[in-house]
């Protein structure tokens, strides 16, 4: 009976949090911050709270949710010409979401074993798998479509490094610095609420 009732939450939860990245990818401002010519995230939170709240591997499948959604609504609804250019391409749109998943939970999972890192443990994985995201995306980028992109930002191709360096630098400190806020803030109850 209890093991029925602790699949039932871990379903419903996973069922939750997958409804909630597609409702966060193709519904405007939920999810993606409309600022040219990268659309800076927030769904990667609700990827880590994933993690965070039930493991590395159910981390990575929501990951898979939100890459797979991204692919999508690249092809259905793109923000821009950029995103039909870059997110169609599955190692762009699906490779970087998974690991997101991957990296929050395995370096959660290395501070979970010692006593007392819980809380830091949440905010240093919170700050790993948004990086994560932006480092990879812009990396894929650079190596698949660095013409494209460099001409997109009106950018010579032998400075495109620097300018990605500089997304990282803003949007992607922006959005590891709200992840490590917010994803403890959303977890802690969470996995509260699953002990219990």
């Known amino acids: 009976m209890y093991q029925n009732k602790r699949k039932a939450y871990h379903t ?16 405007p401002l939920l999810g993606y911050i409309p600022i040219p010519p990268l659309n800076p995230t927030i769904i990667h939170i609700t990827v880590i709270v994933a993690a965070l709240t039930l493991g590395t591997k159910d981390g990575m499948i929501i990951g898979g ?3 797979v959604s991204r692919l999508i609504k690249a092809f259905i609804a793109p923000a821009s010409p950029l ?10 749109s699906i490779v970087p979401r998974i690991l997101v998943g991957f990296v929050a939970g ?13 809380s830091l443990g949440m905010v240093v994985s919170s700050v790993f798998a ?4 932006t480092v990879l995306v812009l990396f894929f980028i650079y190596v698949f479509y660095k013409d494209d992109y460099a001409t997109a930002l009106n950018v010579d191709v032998a400075n495109l490094a620097k ?13 590891a610095v709200a992840a490590a806020i917010i994803a403890p ?7 509260r609420f699953r002990t219990n």
């Open 12 to 27: 419903a939860i996973l069922g939750i949090l997958s409804a909630i990245i597609i409702i966060q990818n193709f519904v």
């Open 65 to 67: 949710v939100w890459g």
């Open 83 to 92: 995103d039909l250019l870059l997110f169609t391409n599955p190692i762009i």
């Open 106 to 118: 395995y370096v959660y999972h290395l501070f979970k074993q010692k006593k007392g890192k819980d």
């Open 130 to 133: 948004s990086l994560t995201n």
């Open 163 to 175: 300018a990605l360096g500089a997304i990282v630098q803003t949007n992607g400190i922006a959005e």
């Open 185 to 191: 803030i959303v977890a802690r109850p969470l996995k």
